[in-house]
Nanobody, 127 residues
C-alpha cells in the first residue's frame, strides 16, 4: 500500500506564500504521476496541479496558473506545491494524490483517476 502525508498548510494573509509538501512511502515513488487537489465544503474536489512521473509534463488548474508551481524530488520521495500570491478563494483543504499511469509522461486532472490520497492539509487565506 502507498501512503501519502501532506504538510505545510497554515493561516496566511492575502498575497503571502506557502509551500506544501507531500511525502510518499510504502511503494516505489518513481513511476507515479502525482497531483494536488483542493476541497471546500461547498465544492467538489478540484484539480490544482499535476506532474508526470518523469517530471516533464505539468498541468495546472486555470485559477492557479502563474501563481502555483508543482515539483518533485525523487530522492526524497516528495512532491511540493509552491503557492504564491495567495487569495482568499484559495482557502481549502489541499490533498496530495498519486496514480500509476503505466508511462512516465502522462498526467491526470480528474480526481477519480487517482488511486492514493493523503489526509489533507488546511490552507486558510484571510486578513
Amino acid at each position: 500500500q502507498m501512503q501519502l502525508v501532506e504538510s505545510g498548510g497554515g493561516l496566511v494573509q492575502p498575497g503571502a506564500s506557502l509551500r506544501l509538501s507531500c511525502t510518499v512511502s510504502g511503494r516505489t515513488f518513481s513511476g507515479a504521476a502525482m497531483g494536488w487537489f483542493r476541497q471546500t465544503p461547498e465544492k467538489d474536489r478540484d484539480f490544482v496541479a499535476g506532474l508526470s512521473a518523469n517530471g516533464g509534463t505539468l498541468s495546472y488548474g486555470d485559477s492557479v496558473k502563474g501563481r502555483f508551481t508543482i515539483s518533485r524530488v525523487n530522492a526524497k520521495n516528495t512532491i511540493y506545491l509552491q503557492m504564491n500570491s495567495l487569495k482568499p478563494e484559495d482557502t481549502a483543504i489541499y490533498y496530495c494524490a498519486a496514480t500509476y499511469p503505466g508511462n512516465y509522461y502522462n498526467v491526470w486532472t480528474a480526481a477519480h483517476h487517482y488511486d492514493y490520497w493523503g489526509q489533507g492539509t488546511q490552507v486558510t487565506v484571510s486578513s
